[in-house]
C-alpha cells in the first residue's frame, strides 16, 4: 500500500515523466548525436519526418556538396593551426561523414593538421582543448576492468586499433594523457588514406602515469596524475591488456605507437608472434624511408648494394630503418656481413662501436668494429661524431632520427657533398622545430644537389632559378595501406617480408621512373590510390608466406576496393 501510495504521487508523476521525455529525447535526437548517423542540415524530408526531427533543424535541406563548400570555408577562415585542428576534431566528433568526405578531398592542405606537425601541438593542448571522448582511456587504477571495457557491442566490428602510452609523442617526449591525439589522428588517415570504414576503428590510450611535470601540475590535465609506474607492473599491464584485446577480436590489426625507447622493441619482440601487429615508429618510418631511398636511386644511379648510410639517432626508429635496410641489401645480392659495414649509427654517446657500453639488442647488429675507425679523431669524451664519420666513411645516404633540430652541421654535410655527388639526405625528426635540417640550407650546402626527403612538411625551395619540392617522406604513405592490405588478406602476421614488400611498392609509384627531376614519391592526394596499390603488394607478400588463405588476383584486389569506404551519406539503417 505504501509502495502504491508512492506510485502514485505527483512527486513520482514528474520523475516518470522526466524519464519518458528523456528516452524520447534520446531516441529521436540520436541521429543528431551519434556522429555515424548525424547528416546534419542534409537529413532528407522523409528522414526529418520519421525520425521526428523537425524543429531540431532549420527548415532547409543541404547537401553533401554544399555542406562541404561551407565547412572548407570555415576551415580556412580559422586563425592558426590550432585552431583549425580544433576545428576539425570538433567536426569529427559531430559528423563523421562530412569530417571524412572534408578530408579526404582536401588531403594535401589537412594532412599537416590532423597529423604532423600540428597533431603535435594537439598533443600538448589536449587536456585544454578537451571536448567529447573519442576512443578507450584504460588507465591502470581500472586495470583490473579492461575486459569490460572492451565488453560493449557498439565494438564488436573493431578491425584496427592503434594504441600508445604517450611516452615518447613524436619529438615532444612524454605528454601523458595527451599522448590520445596520436592514436586519433592516425586512425582518421587510415580512413581517409586507406579506405577503412570508421566504425572498425579504435584508439586506445593505456594510462600508466605521467613524468612530465608539466602535466602533474597542470589543473585542467585530465590523465592519471600519477608518475609512471615501474617496470614490473608495467609489463603486466600490457600483458593484461594484450590478453583482453585477443579475446576480444582474436583476428584485430594492433598498432603501437609512439612509446618509448626502452619499451618499444621489446613490446613489439614480445608480441608480434601472437598478434597481428607492428610498431609504426619503429616498422612504419622504415619502411617510407627505404621506399623513398630505393626511389633516390632513380636520380643518383648509385645501386643500393654501393650505398654508405649514416643515421642520426641509433633507437627504436633509426635501428628499425637499419635493419629494413640491411634486409634489402641482402636481397639485392650483398653478403650480409658487407652490408652490416656500410652502416654508421651514432647516438647520443657518439658512433655506435662493438664495445660500447650498455648496448640494446637491436643496436648490436650495426656497431662497428673499433679496428675499423682506430684513426678517427674523438672528442674529449672519446666519442666519434657525425663530423668524423662524413669525413672517413664517404657516406652516400644521411638519415635523422635524432629530434635534435640542426643535428646535420654545415661542415657535416659539405663533408658529405664532397666524397658524393648527390648525396640522399632525409631529416625525418618530427614536428619541424625538430627536423636535423631546413632542406634551404642542405640545397646551399650541396649546391642544390642533395635528394632530400623530409619528416615534416616544408615549403619548396627557390634555388639558383629552380623551384625545387621538398617530398615528405610521411608515414602516411605507409601504414594506411599495410593495414589496408592486411585486413583484405585477413593476414594473421605482420613479417619482415611484408613490410619491404611495402617499401617496394611505393619505390614502383615514384614519378622519378619517369623523370628523375621529377619529385621522389606521389602527390599527397593520390594517398588512395598509394593505399590500394600497397595494401594488394603487401596481401600477396601475406599469401606466399602462408599468413593469409590464397586467392587469385582479380579476387584479392576485388577485396581491397569493398574494404575502401567512401565517406557518402546514406540511408538512416533505422528506417529499413
Known sequence: MQYEQAAASPQNDTAKAVQTHATEAFDTRLSLLDPMLNKGTAFSEEERDA?????????HVSTLESQLARRLAAFRSAGSDLDKYIFLRDLQDTNETLFYALLTRHIEEMLPIVYTPTVGLGCEQFSTIFRKPRGLFV???HRARIARMLAPSRFDHIETIVVTDGSRILGLGDQGAG????????LSLYVACGGLHPSTTLPIFLDVGTDNEERLNDPQYIGWRHRRIGVDDYDAFIESFVEAVHARWPNVLLQWEDFAQANANRILAKYRDRLCTFNDDIQGTAVVAVGTLLAAIN?????????????VG????????SALLLKAMVAAGLPEGDARRRFFLIDRDGLLLEDTPNLQSFQRPFAQARAAVADWTRDGEGRIGLQEVADHARISVLIGVSGQGGAFTEGAVRSIARHTRRPVIFPLSNP?????????????????LAVIGTGSPFAPVEFDGRRIA????????????????????????????????????????????????ASLLPPVDCLRGVSSAIAFAVARQAQAEGLAEACDEADLRARIEAKMWTPAYRRDPRLG
Open 139 to 141: 588507465s591502470y587504477p
Open 470 to 517: 621538398i617530398d615528405q617522406t610521411n608515414n602516411a604513405y605507409i601504414f594506411p595501406g599495410i593495414g589496408l592490405g592486411v585486413i583484405a588478406a585477413g593476414a594473421r602476421r605482420v613479417s619482415d617480408d611484408m613490410l619491404l614488400a611495402a617499401a617496394k611498392a611505393l619505390a614502383e609509384l615514384s614519378p622519378t621512373l619517369k623523370d628523375t627531376n
Open 432 to 448: 619541424t622545430t625538430r627536423s636535423e635540417a631546413r632542406p634551404a640550407d642542405l640545397l646551399d650546402w650541396t649546391d642544390g
Open 51 to 59: 525520425l521526428d526531427l523537425h524543429g531540431l533543424l532549420p527548415p
Open 299 to 311: 636520380v643518383t644511379g648509385v645501386p643500393l648494394t654501393e650505398q654508405r648510410i649514416a643515421v
Open 314 to 321: 641509433a633507437g627504436s626508429a633509426g635501428c628499425g630503418i
Open 179 to 186: 599522448g590520445m591525439g596520436i592514436p586519433i589522428g592516425k
